[in-house]
């Protein structure tokens, strides 16, 4: 299967600590994207990046947020010092340019 | 300001019933991208349909069938003779080509087809 891949499918982790997500997206699309998507919620954008560059953050993504595409492939977010409020599905997608992206199955956290 | 606009958020009909979910959009862009996601329980978004600004014809596909309306603003989307595996939440949303294709998503309208 050469569709996005999102590792871990599930995470739960106490308040405070620290966690990861991966996204793996379709070979060669240059375009990554994030999205947060809450209970009884459309997902919401967070951050994209062309190639390995970070090209525009929500203000969504506060500076607990970090988000990573080295050398243009896979990207991982990573929330530091978790909240319960950080607690949704979080949503990777890639596009080779154009409007038609690709979503991959989503990383569920919860923070307890 | 872009924005959609889902005002159903829930609905039920009975099986083999007809029903429309409305969606309503607002962008300054003259290109830009409107679609139709399916989040079934699993969570996963299943893509449906994408409709371009400057194409308004409306398209079926199945038992599925999309209106694009830009006088009105509208992409509605209708899915005829109603299965019980239709019953998911339904997202509208909209990319602008000059905001680099990010979507913006309605709430979503949660679709319960009853048996």
């Known amino acids: 299967d050469t569709g996005v891949s999102q590792d871990p499918r599930h995470k739960i982790t106490k308040r405070g600590q620290n966690v990861t997500f991966r996204c793996d997206p379709i070979?060669?699309?240059?375009?990554l994207y994030w999205y947060r998507q809450t209970l009884g919620q459309g997902p919401e954008f967070l951050t994209y990046f062309q190639n390995e560059a970070q090209l525009e953050k929500s203000r969504l993504l506060s500076d607990r947020f970090s988000a990573e595409r080295p050398k243009g492939s896979f990207s991982t977010l990573e929330i530091q010092r978790t909240e319960q409020g950080d607690s949704a599905m979080y949503l990777c997608?890639?596009?080779?340019?154009?409007?038609?992206?690709?979503f991959g199955p989503g990383t569920r956290l919860t923070v307890t | 300001a872009q924005k959609v606009t889902q005002a159903q958020t829930e609905i039920s009909v009975v099986e083999k019933e007809d029903v429309t979910l409305d969606c309503v959009y607002e962008?300054?862009?003259?290109?830009?991208?409107l679609f139709w996601y399916k989040q079934p329980p699993s969570g996963e978004l299943v893509f449906l349909i994408r409709r371009n600004s400057f194409d308004e014809q409306n398209e079926i596909s199945g038992r599925y069938s999309w209106n694009f309306q830009k006088s009105t603003s509208s992409f509605n989307f209708t899915i005829t003779a109603s299965q019980v595996v239709d019953s998911a939440v339904y997202f509208c949303?909209?990319?602008?080509?000059?905001?680099?294709?990010?979507?913006?998503f309605g709430k979503g309208t949660r679709l319960h087809i009853l048996p």
């Open positions: 949303a909209l990319s602008e080509e000059k905001r680099d294709d990010k979507i913006i």
């Open positions: 070979s060669e699309h240059n375009r």
């Open positions: 962008t300054r862009d003259t290109t830009y991208y």
């Open positions: 997608a890639s596009s080779f340019e154009g409007p038609e992206q690709y």
